[in-house]
T-cell receptor
Framework: GQQLNQSPQSMFIQEGEDVSMNCTSSSIFNTWLWYKQDPGEGPVLLIALYKAGELTSNGRLTAQFGITRKDSFLNISASIPSDVGIYFCAGQLRDYGGSQGNLIFGKGTKLSVKP | EAQVTQNPRYLITVTGKKLTVTCSQNMNHEYMSWYRQDPGLGLRQIYYSMNVEVTDKGDVPEGYKVSRKEKRNFPLILESPSPNQTSLYFC??????????FGSGTRLTVV
């Protein structure tokens, strides 16, 4: 079946550092989504990308929809302690007819603070 | 406030005792879905619904039932829970063509 490869699996950050993570797939998607999950909470949508090549920002977060439609990256600039959590990418196919477009989640990137 | 509300947040039950986890959304979204999240396996879809009275299986539907009698509600029913259904469950809703908004989760333990 379709799979998303999300990397890195985990990373340690120091306050003020920039962070990058990405997702790749062998399949083409119509939409790329980036979520953040805090402990004990549900994933929260950070950025949604709907067009190949699209670059979208949300505060210190920037995400891009790869031109091949098979990948996406998320950058966090000048990280702060509250950026800690698990970040998930998700690729979604278009809803069509009476069926939902399949939504595939990556396994997540866990962001922690350097000790 | 636009949100997906699921209850309860925590539930401990015994094997075989039927239970229902409720889910409600106030955004008039067409799609609703249930996911379970397990360590190392990520988020897996159990069932989804495209509108009232329209539901379909996701990736891991065995042992679960759902219903969509009203647009805002999408309860998850475990007729005879088993320990392998111990998990963190999320309800989510979305408009056609957009990403899911998730609830805060229900941590279920079946002993």
């Amino acid at each position: 079946g379709q799979q998303l490869n999300q990397s890195p699996q985990s990373m340690f950050i120091q306050e003020g550092e920039d962070v990058s993570m990405n997702c790749t797939s062998s399949s083409i998607f119509n939409t790329w989504l980036w979520y953040k999950q805090d402990p004990g909470e549900g994933p929260v949508l950070l950025i949604a990308l709907y067009k190949a090549g699209e670059l979208t920002s949300n505060g210190r977060l920037t995400a891009q929809f790869g031109i091949t439609r098979k990948d996406s990256f998320l950058n966090i600039s000048a990280s702060i302690p509250s950026d800690v959590g698990i970040y998930f990418c998700a690729g979604q196919l278009r809803d069509y007819g009476g069926s939902q477009g399949n939504l595939i989640f990556g396994k997540g990137t866990k962001l922690s603070v350097k000790p | 406030e636009a949100q997906v509300t699921q209850n309860p947040r925590y539930l401990i039950t015994v094997t075989g005792k039927k239970l229902t986890v409720t889910c409600s959304q106030n955004m008039n979204h067409e799609y609703m879905s249930w996911y379970r999240q397990d360590p190392g396996l990520g988020l897996r879809q159990i069932y989804y619904s495209m509108n009232v009275e329209v539901t379909d299986k996701g990736d891991v539907p065995e042992g679960y039932k759902v219903s969509r009698k009203e647009k805002r509600n999408f309860p998850l029913i475990l007729e005879s829970p088993s320990p392998n259904q111990t998990s963190l469950y999320f309800c989510a809703s979305r408009r056609i063509g957009y990403g899911y908004t998730f609830g805060s989760g229900t941590r279920l333990t079946v002993v």
